[in-house]
């Protein structure tokens, strides 16, 4: 496998480590390459995006470190825009596209800030129905390529996060809408991210998605690439070891890696 990160945070968003740090961090992980994906602005309020100060500030410094680390390691350019997100000029070197919000009855429900927020909202805005909720994300989800040009889709299922530490669980109708949107996703041939963040801050102990929505990756010859949607330089490639295992598992032999001439597939 080559070792390599797309989805990666610094404190210009929500990370909690300057870029030059990951890269130092990356290095001595033996990686050849690094993407940064500094969360794209957003219309609501919010506390993880870049704004219109930080993201300039963002964008110069890691053609700075472009530069200057050449030869050693290969960095990329990237954002992770969320379904949301305020368009940019700018042409990042690749784009995640990731849906962080479900817009309900004139409310945005952050899907993965904390488990009492995404119960207290189903509660009130879906009767409690956890079904009819995943519904709505995952119909969202469906459209995150084309609101926002990704390259990569980031974690697909991201309202399984607090799956193993709340009541909520994974069910027929559940599979059955997420099986809807991997075949509309699959037909923009890009890849699907193996996502572990979840596990590397607690919540989970498998990476997303699960084994059965990676199985309906595979079942419409969708493609992978693995993640840990950093936000630690310590967790650069937390639990890779798993998704590669989980991937097999699934059936995938490579996995994608972005270099100059688009993504590229890479056996294990
Ligand atoms: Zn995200
Ligand atoms: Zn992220």
Known sequence: MIKSNFHTHTYFCDGKDSPEDMVIAAMAKGFTVLGFSGHGQMPIENDFAMTAKTEPLYRKEILRLKKKYSGKIKIFCGAELDYFNVPSDFKYDYIIGSVHYVFKDGHYIPV??????????????????????????????????????????????????????????????????????????????????????AMARGYRTDPYPSRE????????????????????????????????????????????????????????
């Open 213 to 268: 929505i990676l199985g309906m990756i595979k079942k419409y010859n969708g493609k992978i690439i693995i993640s840990s949607d950093c936000h630690d330089k310590n967790h650069l490639d937390y639990a890779f070891d798993k998704a590669v295992n989980l991937a097999v598992m699934c059936g995938f032999s490579e996995h994608g890696v972005i270099t100059e001439k688009g993504i590229e597939y890479i056996p294990f």
């Open 112 to 197: 993965d800030l904390t488990a009492d927020d995404v119960v207290d909202a189903v509660e009130c805005l879906y009767g409690g129905d956890f079904e009819s909720y995943a519904d709505d994300y995952f119909r969202m989800e469906c459209e995150v390529v084309k609101k926002t040009g990704a390259d990569i889709i980031g974690h697909i299922d991201l309202i399984s996060k607090f799956f193993e530490i709340k009541a909520f669980h994974y069910a027929d109708r559940y599979f059955h809408a997420a099986e809807k949107c991997v075949k509309k996703l699959a037909s923009y041939n890009i890849p699907f991210e193996i996502n572990t963040g």
